[in-house]
């Protein structure tokens, strides 16, 4: 018997948003989206990049209690300039993870056995 499994898709962007007043910092929006199997919707999860998070490990943490295993991280995009918000050129600014878990399948019914017909 194979095991079945489904999958979950997480993608992550930081995106810089220049100040309306020159003497304010960059913003920097974080932002989780969500693909969970048989879901209609994308589920969002939005922080502020500028302070420090632990957004990320709450929900690595919610989707391994669940039953998830990371299988893939992919860097989407990186800053390529410590310019336009980004304090460091070369971090990652997009990213997406695949996380798998098996499926519960209903066991399989065997079927009746047969006696022996008449003596």
């Known amino acids: 018997m194979s095991t079945r499994w489904e999958y979950l898709v997480v993608a992550w962007s930081l995106t810089a948003t220049p100040p309306a007043d020159p003497a304010q910092g960059w ?3 974080g932002t989780f989206q969500i693909s969970r199997p048989g ?3 994308v589920e969002t999860r939005r ?3 500028t ?3 632990t957004i990320g490990f709450e929900l690595l943490n919610e989707l391994g209690a669940e ?3 990371l299988v893939s991280n ?3 995009r990186s800053a390529v300039a410590p310019t336009q918000g980004y304090q460091t050129a070369g971090v990652p600014i997009a990213s997406t993870q695949i996380f798998k878990r098996a499926v519960a399948t209903p066991a399989r ?3 009746a056995a047969r006696g022996s017909a008449g003596a």
């Open 27 to 29: 913003a920097l929006a």
């Open 39 to 41: 879901a209609s919707e």
């Open 47 to 49: 922080y502020d990049g």
């Open 51 to 53: 302070h420090v998070s």
């Open 67 to 69: 039953g998830w295993e």
């Open 74 to 76: 992919t860097i989407e």
């Open 109 to 111: 019914r065997r079927p």
